[in-house]
């Protein structure tokens, strides 16, 4: 993984933890343990749903740039489903307060697309990699005198 990559993914994993551990606090004081409890397990699912999909970008961008964007768009919709899938089988759980569970998802999936989309405005990135092997100047194709 790239020096980008990582500053990237730590740019966007930081905030989203920080925002998961107050909606925890918050979940606690308003509902209990259990509001706590599902908090914190909607902020592990968005951190590991999204960070997930951003490694997958980042591979899929190094080895086959001409799909990136599709495979964007393709690993979104599959986030969702998963998103769906885990729903379904936790909708009558015990576990944690699916309230809780439910605001705090929705807010620190917000997170991390506003501190990605920050990290990558931020981002030096080249878009046109220099040339380095290549030792000579182009010359000057202007009129001659």
Request: proline content about 5%.
């Amino acid at each position: 993984m790239r020096s980008d990559d990582v500053r990237t993914l730590l740019q966007t994993a930081v905030p989203t933890a920080a925002a998961g551990a107050i909606a925890a606090v918050i979940s606690g004081v308003a509902v209990g343990g259990k509001g706590a409890v599902g908090a914190l397990v909607a902020t592990v699912v968005v951190m590991l749903f999204m960070g997930g999909g951003f490694l997958v970008l980042q591979r899929t961008a190094r080895s086959m740039p001409n799909l990136f964007q599709a495979m964007g768009l393709l690993l979104y919709t599959v986030q969702i489903l998963l998103l769906f899938v885990f729903l379904a089988v936790f909708k009558n759980t015990t576990l944690f307060h699916p309230k809780a569970f439910a605001i705090t998802l929705v807010a620190t999936t917000l997170v991390w697309i506003g501190a990605q989309a920050r990290a990558h405005m931020k981002a030096k990135i080249l878009y046109v990699e220099p040339d380095s092997t290549k030792g000579d100047k182009p010359g000057n194709s202007g009129p001659k005198p």
